[in-house]
């Protein structure tokens, strides 16, 4: 009788499936380049016959009970090579669980990598006050699902919150989905501050400066981030009334934010992220655009410069500008906002910053008519009012893959609709699961009860659909993904105000001219995911990948090749893979220098240097077009680009409705954190 289970390493029983054999053995024989699938079907019916005979679902085998039949298959059959590289590969894996098991004291899910769970025992699993881990990577999906579910009772004291928390947990265990990193550091702890985005005022007095300082460090402390705009202050040496003495200026208190910063940042959970912001029309602009000229220098700030359409089209017409007293808001001098928006550039050229912001996109587009919007998230992928906060999460693109036999691969829309449905509740229950610095902070948050589910993985999608990033295909498919995605998460968002009413302001919202109710004021937004992309082993945000193939250092000197899981299955199946090869592409990056890969194979495994600046944008916007927050995303540009490429970007951005748009040269930093080659 053909045995249906078998048990994980993790003591689960689950459904036997023959072709994982099949696999596993192909991939053996690849790297001893005697692939060949007519004779692989032979061992793979005699591993499947040892198996019948030696179990039953009774007595369900183990992983280790069927590696050891197949090496012993491929012994006997003769196939000596194979069975030594199914051998060595098994050596390596139990290598990297003894890492694993070491790292946390506990069998580790083979879908959580290495590096995911270095990152996850350094700052996300709890730990008791000697320091010792007290959960597991699984104990934390527990104990955020059980977090956030439980806000289900604040509206229904019926609810099903146990159904509620298993669809929570497979939604994160299964790393379809995973929230901002404050949700799954602090969920569930005696300060649950899980809201990632925070906007913060900045008064015109010491007051209102130190009061915002003060805030950001107990955002900071719970690993949460902070914008502000700096305009508000005014320029270095204008007249302070009460003293008759002179303002230090806008830049000088940049700097006391960013010393604040650096001192939180040594006794909290991660580093504090902040985004500074000052409007093009400010007098203190142009030291603002240099501020990071020495890129040692604050260097707890992204630094982004607010563009108006007034100054772009005063550089379109190569006309001067007026500069603007932040208190009387009246003209003080004129610039030549030709050469303004040419330093922008020449900077971001020279360490890539700043990044621009375009003011009056980000308003035009705002579903509220309850005033202007002039901050935005740390990283810019949410444009947020005064003391208000968002929370963030991300859907794994590379997890939506529909493979149905005898039929190319597409996106799994039936999956991805499900999932989507349950982030846009989990996201929603944040909102009241978090815990407020500010009465304020809580108020406008709750009032307009904004959410942003974005997307990670893509360029893992575009891999496994053999669409290169750099393509029409690829703009194609973007457009239907983020379209389908801002459709279903206002569907859920509608189905969530019929059960728990609509959004305070939702009388102030677009939505309520269009006749139909809202739970939330945004639903969409497209965050790097910088750190929860490493956890769901995808590649970041909506950007390329950066390698293809690196080196990993683990236990002690001794160094592992890790290969993009898209990219080594593509090179077993045109049967090129060697380790030495892929070693060589972790030390060169490119495929572009391999003469020994198939073109149609480079065409579709680029990395982000490979890609040229029109279609960074070109993606960009695309995804901004159903985006209802924004897009954070850089521009990567290789390291013979000039000061005018930097230009063109801006104004492509600028034309196709972007709401910001940050690059970065190659090379331009002594200390770059991403290389192209690892």
């Known amino acids: ?63 280790e009970d069927i590696q050891d039949i197949v090496e012993r298959v491929l012994i006997e059959l003769g196939h000596v090579k194979t069975a030594k590289a199914y051998i060595i590969y098994r050596e390596e894996q139990a290598k990297i669980r003894a890492k694993k098991q070491e790292l946390v004291g506990s069998f580790v899910d083979k879908r959580i990598s290495l590096n995911a769970l270095k990152i996850l025992r350094e700052k996300y699993l709890l730990k008791n006050k000697e320091g010792m881990l007290i959960e597991t990577p699984q104990q934390m999906f527990e104990r955020v699902a059980k977090a956030i579910a439980k806000e289900d009772k604040e509206y229904n004291k019926h609810a099903d919150v146990k159904k509620t928390e298993t669809e929570f947990y497979d939604m994160m265990y299964s790393l379809d989905f995973l929230p901002n990193s404050p949700c799954l550091m602090n969920a569930g702890t005696d300060v649950p501050q899980v809201i990632s985005c925070f906007a913060l005022p900045i008064a015109d007095s010491i007051d209102g400066i130190y009061d915002a300082i003060k805030t950001a460090a107990k955002i900071h402390k719970h690993g949460s981030g902070t914008g502000f705009n700096f305009s508000t202050l005014r320029a270095k040496d204008d007249i302070i009334e009460s003293t008759m003495g002179k303002s230090s200026g806008a830049i000088s208190f940049l700097k006391l934010y960013d010393a604040s910063t650096t001192i939180m940042k040594s006794g909290g959970k991660r580093r504090g992220a902040n985004m ?284 592992i090749l890790q290969v993009n899981k898209q990219f080594e299955s593509a090179a077993r199946e045109k049967q090129f893979y060697t380790d030495d090869l892929m070693k060589k592409i972790a030390q060169m990056g490119s495929l572009k220098w391999f003469s020994e890969i198939p073109a149609d194979v480079k065409k579709v495994f680029v990395i982000s240097y490979d890609v040229a600046p029109r279609w960074h944008v070109k993606l960009q916007a695309v995804f901004q077009k159903y985006t209802d927050n924004a897009v954070s995303k850089s521009v990567n540009l290789p390291s013979d680009a000039h000061k005018e490429d930097v230009m063109k970007v801006y104004k492509t951005a600028y034309g196709l409705g972007c709401k910001g748009i940050t690059v970065y040269r190659d090379k331009s930093r002594d200390d770059q954190i991403i290389n192209p080659v690892i």
């Open 1 to 63: 009788m053909p045995v249906t289970k078998i048990k994980k390493r993790d003591g689960r029983i689950v459904p036997f499936d023959p072709e994982k054999i099949y696999t596993a053995i192909s991939k053996a024989a690849e790297a001893v380049g005697s692939y060949d699938r007519e004779k692989t079907k032979p061992v793979v019916e005699k591993v499947l016959e040892y198996v019948e005979k030696t179990f039953s679902d009774a007595k369900a085998p183990t992983i």
């Open 276 to 559: 500074a912001i000052l409007r093009v029309d400010h007098p203190e602009i142009l030291q603002f655009i240099t501020a990071k000229e020495d890129h040692t220098q604050l260097t707890n700030f992204n630094i982004s410069v607010g563009l108006t359409n007034n100054f772009m089209d005063a550089v379109q017409k190569n006309k001067f500008y007026d500069i603007l007293d932040p208190r009387t808001k009246k003209a003080v001098r004129q610039l030549p906002a030709k050469e303004v928006f040419d330093l922008i550039a020449r900077q971001a050229w020279k360490n890539g910053e700043p990044g621009v912001l375009f003011l009056d996109t980000i308003n035009k587009a705002n579903p509220l008519s309850i005033g202007k919007i002039e901050i935005t998230s740390a990283c810019a992928e949410v444009p947020l009012y005064e003391n208000e906060a968002c929370p963030l999460g991300s859907l794994n693109m590379s997890r939506m893959i529909l493979k149905a036999e005898n039929k190319p691969l597409d996106v799994d829309w039936e999956k991805l609709k499900k999932t989507v449905h349950t982030a846009v509740h989990f996201l929603d229950n944040m909102i009241d699961a978090n815990k407020y610095p500010l009465k304020e902070i809580e108020k406008v948050t709750k009032e307009n009860r904004k959410i942003g589910l974005g997307v990670m993985g893509f360029a893992d999608m575009l891999f496994q659909l053999n669409v290169p990033y750099d393509s029409d295909q690829a703009v194609e498919i973007a457009e239907k993904l983020m379209r389908f995605i801002k459709a279903e998460s206002r569907k859920a968002s509608i189905a969530l105000a019929e059960e728990r009413g609509v959004f305070p302001t939702f009388k102030e919202s677009k939505f309520a001219a269009k006749g139909f109710k809202m739970r939330n004021a945004t639903t969409t937004a497209i965050a790097p995911t910088g750190t929860i992309s490493i956890l769901a082993g995808c590649s970041s945000g909506i950007e390329p990948v950066f390698a293809l193939a690196y080196m990993q250092r683990v236990l002690g000197t001794e160094e």
